[in-house]
């Protein structure tokens, strides 16, 4: 039994994993990624786009105010949907179509400012200033 004994602390002894060479080739992995990851990365071009020069001319600016009733005025004086509708489509027809400012109160509906958006959309105007307060 005494044999039993002893080879029963002898198992326990051993029973331990040494984890210093795990340690060791760990820490060389680590410094070979450290030491290659420059290596591997590449530099990828993206083409950007130049600034477009400023022009030379001032565009057109129309002063467009939508108030909480949904009333339109343009440039101060008040106006109708079409009316809007019909100054718009002339408006567009210019060699540099103008800058549609659009003023709006913060009581009105959105339905109203999407519908004048559309309406200017709809007549090839793409240039708007929205000023909210």
Do not use: C, W
Request: hydrophobic share 55%; glycine share 2%; net charge negative.
């Amino acid at each position: 039994m005494a044999f039993m004994n002893a080879d029963a602390s002898a198992r326990s002894d051993n029973a331990e994993i040494n984890i210093t060479p795990l340690v060791d080739v760990m820490l060389v992995l680590l410094i070979i990624f450290l030491v290659a990851a420059p290596v591997v990365v590449r530099q990828i071009e993206l083409p950007l786009a130049a600034t477009p020069p400023k022009p030379d001319v001032e565009l057109a600016q129309l002063a467009l105010r939508i108030d909480a009733a949904g009333s339109l005025q343009l440039d101060g004086s008040p106006m109708s949907l079409s009316a809007l509708d019909r100054i718009l489509q002339v408006e567009a027809l210019r060699e540099q179509a103008p800058v549609l400012q659009i003023e709006v109160a913060p009581e009105a509906a959105y339905a109203h400012m999407t519908e004048v958006l559309a309406l200017a959309r709809s007549h090839g105007l793409e240039r708007f200033e929205l000023q909210t307060h």
